[in-house]
């Protein structure tokens, strides 16, 4: 399978188990374009064994075709294949383009970097916090994750009476009044 000037063209071999050429077979291809659209073209015989057929293949992307051969109404081959038409030229290209990340750099008041570990260490600035805080952070978080392991395993019903047991401690007895 191949392509030139936005033709798709097939060609077809047709052997049998022996080697010999099989003539006269009815060859159809259908053809599915990148945009979805499907066409079936005839094969036409062009020599001992060889078909071929031509279909228009304008659009970039990939041209899924099935090809099928038959002898009367049994089928004598078939086969699927793929034509890939590539995209244009400059999206394919995925070099850096220096000269364009120069101008860039130059315009926007940047500099260009030679490593790219430079990026995290150009112009840093130093932290007003002398002090590493995540240590204390870290901590934090785990002694706030203790109540929530708590209610997990303990249920929500365990956590809330014993919240109703030391509340009622603190406040005195229910129904007793402070006389004064």
């Known amino acids: 399978m191949d392509r030139r000037d936005e ?11 022996k080697g010999d050429f099989i003539n006269f077979l009815d060859s159809q291809v259908g053809v599915v374009a990148p945009d ?18 031509r279909f228009p293949a304008p659009k970039e992307g990939v041209y899924l075709v099935g090809m099928a051969q038959r002898r009367g ?5 078939s086969q699927l294949a793929g034509l890939v038409v ?8 995925l070099g850096v383009d220096e000269v364009l990340l120069k101008e860039m750099a130059d315009l ?3 500099t260009a970097v030679a490593d790219p570990k430079d990026v995290f260490l150009k112009a840093r600035r130093q932290s007003r916090i002398a002090v590493e805080i995540w240590p204390w952070l870290v901590g934090l978080v ?15 019903g365990v956590i809330s009476s014993l919240i109703a047991r030391f509340g009622s401690r603190r406040g005195g007895e229910p129904g007793r009044e402070e006389r004064a």
Request: no cysteine; glycine share 16%.
């Open 36 to 53: 979805r659209e499907r066409t079936v073209i005839d094969l036409e015989q062009v020599g001992p064994g060889r078909y071929r057929g």
């Open 73 to 77: 109404e049994r089928v004598v081959g």
């Open 142 to 156: 785990a002694l706030m994750m203790l109540p929530e392991i708590a209610i997990r395993r303990l249920g929500g």
């Open 7 to 17: 033709v798709g063209e097939v060609i077809v071999d047709a052997v049998d188990g």
């Open 108 to 110: 926007t008041g940047g």
């Open 86 to 93: 590539p995209y244009a030229q400059e999206l394919r290209d």
